[in-house]
Antibody
Framework: EVQLLESGGGFVQPGGSLRLSCAAS????????MNWVRQAPGKGLEWVSA????????YYADSVKGRFTISRDNFENTLHLQMNSLTAEDTALYYC???????????????WGQGTLVTVSS | DIRVTQSPSSLSASVGNRVTITCRAS??????LNWYQQKPGKAPKLLIY???SLQSGVPSRFSGGGSGTDFTLTISSLQPEDFATYYC?????????FGGGTKVEIK
């Protein structure tokens, strides 16, 4: 069974940093692209970032470009999201999601983890 | 960026009703359209991919249709466990974008 377990969320002041992690199991991690998708409290879904299975290709939403960095460790089966220069607009539940199609980023998310909450506030 | 617009934003329906949700893309996206279901406090779940392909394990009362710019998600006979929020999402180009969601409530 595929399992995705996010961690690293918490409370941070504006301008601060956090590093999220997503531990994956139940599938060949390096064979699948991975994504981060966020959901602000009471709001809809927003795609944040994606990375290919090899880690060689990365993609970002304009709202986080230059501030967030996605990476992966295919030996440890772990996905990361380094978040810098955080603002209140980054407050959200952050989900990691496996690319259903395979090693390339194709934009179909299945399954999703349960999410880790990031709160940015002074 | 491709904008994805869902309608309605909410609807009330009874068990057994047929429900249709629509999704419109701001430009043609062929069949690069996915549908997700999200229940309160839970992560989204993939229902339909490539506009009309049913994800494994999803009940056959769910169906998707459309291509180009206009798409539909239909629940043929609404069940109690189907009350949730539904999102469409285009996978044609990056940035990947979601519709605003449709909340299906009990009438």
């Amino acid at each position: 069974e595929v399992q995705l377990l996010e961690s690293g969320g918490g409370f941070v002041q504006p301008g601060g940093s956090l590093r999220l992690s997503c531990a994956a199991s139940g599938f060949t991690f390096s064979s699948h692209a991975m994504n981060w998708v966020r959901q602000a409290p009471g709001k809809g879904l927003e795609w944040v970032s994606a990375i290919s299975g090899s880690g060689g290709s990365t993609y970002y939403a304009d709202s986080v470009k230059g501030r967030f960095t996605i990476s992966r460790d295919n030996f440890e089966n772990t996905l990361h999201l380094q978040m810098n220069s955080l603002t209140a607009e980054d407050t959200a539940l952050y989900y990691c999601a496996k690319e259903a199609a395979g090693i390339a980023v194709a934009g179909t998310f299945d399954p999703w983890g349960q999410g880790t909450l990031v709160t940015v506030s002074s | 960026d491709i904008r994805v617009t869902q309608s309605p934003s909410s609807l009330s329906a009874s068990v057994g009703n047929r429900v249709t949700i629509t999704c419109r893309a701001s430009q043609s996206i062929s069949n690069y359209l996915n549908w997700y279901q999200q229940k309160p406090g839970k992560a989204p779940k993939l229902l339909i991919y490539a506009a009309s392909s049913l994800q494994s394990g999803v009940p056959s009362r769910f169906s998707g249709g459309g291509s180009g710019t206009d798409f539909t998600l239909t629940i043929s006979s609404l069940q109690p466990e189907d009350f949730a929020t539904y999102y469409c999402q285009q996978s044609y180009s990056i940035p990947l974008t979601f519709g605003g969601g449709t909340k299906v409530e009990i009438k």
